[in-house]
């Protein structure tokens, strides 16, 4: 009943109860992973089901996900100690010449609420930078997001790029924007192709799920 009531919490945004119930469960002695789990990722995918169906909006999220925040920076001490890993770890970034960042602010929200640990690079992001990045944090998927039909094609430039740095056999590489088509990302050869935020996720979970499952 407390981790539903904490998920519940989380779907209405309320993220003073949201800590307040993380604490609890935290003191009951329930296992951190549990309450992570059955908890706040239990809520945040209702958040995401929801916002797939157009059921609830931006502003409804992003409420969500400051609730969840309020849990995670409560369970993330304890998560670290137990040695609970992420489901899988993204870098992701809007390519330079484009300073467009909701979608792409979105994405790593949608992650981060499905278990991915999220780097993110920020906006107007360069071909080095996000090589700096694989190298510094060694992530699972590179993710790169584009608005502009002008920019969008930097996104061929950077993986031709993660090659030449001997990068591409380290990384699975999901693209997105609004400029971006799944033929354009089979063309540049990315692995994935996110047509919405919830879609990304999808698509992330699909990059890392062993081969046939």
Known sequence: MMLEAL??????????AVSRLTRQAIDAGLA????????????MAV????FRENEIFLPQVLVAARAMK????L????????GVKP???VLIGTVQGDVHDIGKNLVAIMLRGAGFEVIDLGINVRAQQFIAGIEAH???????????????????????????????????VMVGGAAVTR???????????????????????KLLAPSGA
């Not at 369970?75 to 137990?82: F, G, H, K, Q, V």
């Not at 699972?140 to 740095?165: C, E, K, P, Y």
């Open 7 to 16: 998920a519940q919490s989380l779907i209405r945004g309320d993220a003073e």
């Open 138 to 172: 060694q992530p699972d998927i590179v993710g790169m997001s584009a608005l502009l039909t002008t920019t969008m094609l930097q996104m061929r430039t950077n993986i031709a790029q993660f090659a030449a740095a001997g990068l591409r056999s380290r990384v699975k």
């Open 183 to 205: 033929r354009f990302a089979a063309d540049i050869g990315a692995d994935a192709y996110g047509r919405s935020a919830a879609d990304a996720v999808d698509q992330a979970r």
């Open 87 to 89: 489901v899988g770890k």
């Open 75 to 82: 369970l993330e001490p304890l998560l670290a100690a137990a």
């Open 70 to 73: 309020a849990g995670i920076a």
């Open 47 to 50: 958040i995401g089901q929801r």
């Open 32 to 43: 951190p992973a549990l309450v992570l789990n059955d908890g706040l990722l239990a809520g």
